[in-house]
């Protein structure tokens, strides 16, 4: 019975592990990040990143949302230049599990399985890195720099969703020392 009640618990933390963005920060701790006002894209850093055109403008919507939610406006003279740049690599989980009904332990062969065998499941997937740099327009100096890691979906329903995901993690925790919304 027992098994009964945590099932949908654990059947739930894989479906959120699976879909959730793992993200870290790094900034220079000198700078004063309430002089920053406006901000622009830095088009050389960005036609640079290795993704589709299409790809690049969500990840653009998405930074301008979140920056204009936290009070920045974009400007033809900006106090800071976004920079973005990605990287993928394609993960393989195997797994095998035991599918005959015997008694037995361990890894290897044993003497007491019943019938069954072993079944082996390969999973493949893409995941993505997206790093947000943020840049002192008037230096060129980088301030803040943001990296979210995470499963990339191919279904282009949820491609929009997914950069959304990504740049909203990320930018959490920009600019540093802000209260956590």
Not at 29 to 38: C, E, G, L, P, Q
């Given at each position: 019975m027992k098994t009964i009640k945590v099932l949908p618990v654990l059947l739930a933390f894989v479906v959120s592990s699976c879909c959730a963005v793992r993200v870290a920060s790094d900034y220079d701790?000198?700078?004063?990040?309430?002089?920053?006002?406006?901000y622009g894209f830095?088009?050389?850093?960005i036609d640079k990143?290795?993704?589709s055109d299409l790809?690049?403008?969500?990840?653009?919507?998405s930074i301008e949302t979140s920056l204009a939610a936290k009070g920045y406006t974009k400007s033809e003279t900006p106090d800071l230049l976004v920079n973005i740049f990605t990287k993928a690599r394609t993960q393989v989980d195997v797994?095998?599990?035991?599918?005959?009904?015997?008694?037995?332990?361990?890894?290897g062969w044993n003497p007491y399985m019943w019938g069954g065998g072993y079944n082996t499941s390969v999973n493949t997937y893409t995941e993505g890195t997206l790093f947000i740099d943020l840049i002192d327009a008037k230096k060129k100096e980088l301030l803040w720099q943001?990296?979210?890691?995470?499963?990339l979906t191919?279904?282009?329903?949820?491609k929009d969703e997914r950069a959304n995901e990504f740049v909203s993690a990320i930018l959490q925790n920009?600019?540093?020392?802000a209260p956590k919304k």
């Open positions: 701790k000198s700078v004063d990040f309430s002089a920053y006002k406006t830095y088009k050389t850093g990143a290795e993704i790809d690049k403008k969500r990840i653009l919507r797994n095998q599990f035991n599918a005959g009904w015997g008694y037995g332990w361990g890894w943001g990296e979210g890691i995470g499963t191919k279904d282009v329903d949820k920009f600019p540093p020392g």
